[in-house]
């Protein structure tokens, strides 16, 4: 799958955003870095599936705000697809609401349009590698955004879990998906689907946000190589 090994090639990214110069800038940082290149940009979310179809990128920056609507349209659309590139969202407006919203369809990571270059590079890398990158203020401010005692409930509740349940929920906050999460674990994907749903039960979340912070938020161990 796109984005899974960044060691033997370049990071292939493309960039849909509506601001010409943010593009252009985009592109000029990109072909700094030895092991990134930019394969294709689009300003709209039709332009931006075609390009993805022609290009198949490992990494998209998705604009959340475009001209002529949403950038999570676009990371809806991708979310039916057989495979799709990861996607790192970049903003100049992070309301709590548009962010949730985005990670809930797939986002991998946002990164503010102020950043400094080195942080653009490293969230790239980040996401590229299977992690999950949010600034710390909005990881903050995602996260009150449930109760402490919730989570103080849902942490406790971790020793519930069975150990092959607490790997898929360390990948889950790692922000891999079911198919990738069945692929590492050697498992089908179906299986994974169904631990989900008594890993759900169990710690009393929700949906998948919720469970990938409560990972991110208590520090559990990754999964042992098998």
Known sequence: MPGTDTTSHAIRVAIIDDHTLFREGMG???????????????STVEEGLTVIARTRPDLVLLDLRLA???GVDV???LATAAVAPRVLVVTAFP????????????AR?????????????????????G?????????VKVITALSQTAYSCMAERVGLLTPRERDIVVLVGQGLK???IADRLGSAEKTIK?????IFYKLGVQDRLALALLAVKIHLAPPSPR
């Open 28 to 42: 000029l940082m990109l072909n700094l870095e030895p092991d990134m290149s930019l394969v294709g940009e689009a």
């Open 68 to 70: 002529q609507a949403r």
């Open 75 to 77: 990371l809806a659309r």
């Open 95 to 106: 309301e709590e609401g548009d962010i949730v919203e985005a990670i809930r369809l797939g």
């Open 109 to 129: 990571g946002i990164v503010l349009k102020d950043a400094t270059r080195q942080v653009m590079v490293s969230a790239i890398r980040a996401v590229c590698a």
């Open 131 to 139: 992690q999950t990158w949010l600034p710390a203020d909005l990881s």
């Open 178 to 180: 079911n198919r990738e």
């Open 194 to 198: 169904g631990h989900l749903t008594t």
